[in-house]
């Protein structure tokens, strides 16, 4: 098992550009989520999904858009960047509830 | 909202020191709370998972423990190793969706 996937690593946006930041997971786990890591803050819940079709709002979700049309991918879109979406996003997925999250490497965002 | 606070921010001890690291939550209405490690550029290492009805759980030289109605866990390590050198973070789940992080604990074991 490869775990929780995410590309890229690394990114430099363009204030306004749009992308997509790509999360895949191969341990058929049905919770996904994103979040983000700035200095100082501890990691801040995103969106998240409980299923294919089902997403839902975490703390900071404006500026980002989610989907989750198959069980195995979650990607997170910057429709219009902007330099305070700065920062390093991390996906995470879990079976349930009441397992253990496990988190991809990290992609390093950075919007000028 | 729920807030995690790990106290120290940074921890420094010689090799083969037993330590214990400290996490605090303002809400006991918790589901479950996770460890992990984060070594630097790299992403989150899962180390232990207590669910809200547990006391304690241990894994190798790592143990932690949960006292709810405190708000309080602690992840103690034995005999410390310099590759024990990390962040490590507490993160607590309220309903099951979503975690809440402290900032962390940076550890460096001096060989």
């Known amino acids: 098992n490869a775990g929780v996937t995410q590309t890229p690593k690394f990114q430099v946006l363009k204030t306004g550009q749009s992308m997509t930041l790509q999360c895949a997971q191969d341990?058929?786990?049905?919770?996904m989520s994103w979040y983000r890591q700035d200095p100082g803050m501890g990691l801040r819940l995103i969106h998240y999904?409980?299923?294919?079709?089902?997403?839902d709002q975490g703390e900071v979700p404006n500026g980002y858009n989610v989907s989750r049309s198959t069980t195995e991918d979650f990607p997170l879109r910057l429709l219009l960047a902007a330099p305070s979406q700065t920062s390093v996003y991390f996906c995470?997925?879990?079976?349930?509830?009441?397992?253990?999250?496990?988190f991809g490497q990290g992609t390093r965002l950075t919007v000028v | 909202k729920q807030e995690v606070t790990q106290i120290p921010a940074a921890l420094s001890v010689p090799e083969g020191e037993n330590l214990v690291l400290n996490c605090s939550f303002t809400d006991s209405a918790i589901y479950n709370l996770q460890w992990f490690r984060q070594d630097p550029g790299k992403g989150l290492t899962s180390l232990l998972l207590i669910q809200s009805s547990q006391r304690e759980q241990t894994s190798g030289r790592l143990n932690a423990s949960l006292d709810k109605s405190s708000g309080r866990s602690t992840l103690y390590i034995a005999a410390s190793q310099p590759g024990d050198s990390a962040t490590y973070l507490c993160a607590v789940s309220v309903s099951g969706n979503q975690f809440y992080f402290g900032t962390g604990t940076s550890l460096t074991v001096i060989p």
């Open positions: 999904s409980v299923g294919a079709g089902i997403t």
């Open positions: 995470a997925s879990r079976r349930s509830k009441n397992t253990e999250a496990f």
């Open positions: 341990m058929n786990h049905e919770y």
